[in-house]
């Protein structure tokens, strides 16, 4: 779910096989690589709460230890990686491992729960064991937060290593597989994965290399996925990896994460590298830290000092990995440059950062490939006031037969019932002022992000239920397919590459339908299908179709 405000705020917004822990050596696994699709992918954040299942494991994301019965965290020790160390007498040491949300079908109904060490676990809430199977405890799960709660710790040899895994794919798990196979099919005909959910890029802590998060942490759903398995994902689809630096990271974890990549990936992917996410936006910590930065040094606090601190970043961040790591291969290397879609001109702060007097030209000089911007429609149909067209439309739309949906595709579409700059049409113009913004720089516009942007979240009506419905109806409605592809025809006569929607699989509410399906085994959908449509065209962009500049 991602956090925005007003419309065009374009914001945000392996396992351890038989208790083992260890990442697959990279390359092991053989990918076609992805030289002729034209669409790229988001992947949503790794959380308990997720309808992606993209490890077999589902501790991978399950929350942090917690005395559920007492609501405290006090008495329960834990070493670097989350594994449990100590569980005080009379605490009850448990986690969620998995929540399932009602009016959803469930993904997987039995898992099969491993461990290492002494003791037994229990399960509550929406989990409980049915018996023994595969050499673990078999378990059934419904609707609701299931919780698994440790019994009997033996400090000497300590409960450790859990796995919970869906009960159809134990055989693939046993052999040394981390990713879902159905996750896998989903996802694995793309030309790009871009990480920005994984790595929890915004509002990032992480400074240091050390800080990042490793394969042998117990659970990714707090520091994000380790680098180690993205790459190994990249590997195994043939999917260019995306990746986006956290903003306050030194160039030493900078450099480090390069050589990683340059290492472990394979020659044939080329790798787009972003500076943090969005830092215009004022939701996310980034912007206040680039403005904070551009103040000392520059002692410019308002304007666009903050976006050309965001350039300067970006350029030192793209000198590393090109100058430094990928010195001989820098055509595996894409710098990204990101951009504000319906922001006009603040694109240039970035891009030319005059007050950075050692850009030498610009910092766009400092090797960068990509503008990048987010590429959604959304029809005004949204709005803070009630005198708002967005809102003072379509709750008249509400009143209809068909509760809007007509009305509101229509608006969506072509902007036809009140002047909007945002439609699915209308938005050639947007793209196409970008497109003549990074050809001039000599870059090919790429969109970070994009599909539909039909919610009201962040804003006053977003509790709505009518609202809410007639938002993720239309979402669901047959026609969101031509919506779809209108954006997609816009993108692309305007002028746009590679097309990055947002995202894979999520699950529809107040907060947005952003998911291209509501859960990983949801045979399909209209967004699905114009996805995949659009995927199966062959690029059309120079350099696209195998031959890496």
Known sequence: ?????????LFFFYSYAHGQSGVVEPGVESGNIQT???????????????????????????????????????????????????????????????????GYPLAYTHYIVRWQGKGSLDYRWCAKKVGRAHK?????????????????????????????????????????EVFNPDFIARIGDFRALRFMGWMQTNNSEQKTWEQRPVPEDRSFAEQG?????????????????????????????????????????????????????????????????????????WKQKDGNAFYQWYGLRSAEVCDIWKGQVFTSQSQRVRCVMGAHAAWFGLEK???????????????????????????????????????DPGVKYTREWLKLPDSGLTKAYEQALDGRHFPCKYDATAMENVYRYHADVAKKHGLELVAYEGG????????NSQNEEALIKLHTGLNRDPRMYDLYQRNFASWRKAGGGLFMHFSDVGRAGKHGSWGALEYVT???????????????EPCWWPGCDGKRE
């Open 349 to 387: 702060a970035a891009l030319d950062c005059p007050l950075w007097k050692q850009a030498k030209g610009g910092c766009y000089r400092h090797g960068f490939d990509v503008l990048a911007i987010a590429a959604y429609f959304n029809g005004c149909l949204t709005g803070h006031k009630p005198e």
């Open 225 to 297: 996925v380790p680098f180690e398995l993205m790459i190994q994902l990249a590997n195994l689809v043939g999917a260019d990896p995306w990746f986006n630096i956290p903003h306050q990271a030194d160039d030493a974890y900078i450099k480090a994460f390069a050589q990683m990549v340059h290492k472990q990936l394979k020659p044939e992917l080329t790798t787009y590298i972003e500076y943090s996410n969005e830092v215009w936006n004022s939701v996310f910590r980034q912007k206040r830290f680039a403005r904070k930065q551009a103040q000392q040094r």
């Open 36 to 102: 002729r699709s034209s669409m790229g992918m988001n992947l949503n954040r790794v959380a308990d709460w997720s309808s992606q299942f993209p490890f077999l494991n589902l501790m991978r994301w399950s929350r942090e230890w917690y005395d559920w019965p007492r609501k405290s965290d006090q008495g329960i020790e834990v070493n670097e990686h989350g594994q449990l160390t100590g569980v005080a007498e009379g605490v009850i040491a448990g986690t969620v491992f998995l929540s399932n949300r009602k």
């Open 522 to 536: 949801q045979p399909t959908s209209s967004k699905w299908e114009a996805i995949l449509k659009q995927n199966s």
């Open 136 to 176: 673990g405890d078999r378990i059934q799960v419904s609707h609701g937060s299931c919780l698994l709660t440790v019994l009997g710790f033996d400090p000497k040899d300590p409960i450790r290593n859990i796995s919970v895994v869906p009960e159809k794919h134990i055989a693939a798990f046993d052999r040394g």
């Open 1 to 9: 779910m991602r956090n925005i405000w007003l419309l065009f705020v």
């Open 452 to 459: 539909q942007h039909i919610t009201n979240n962040m804003q």
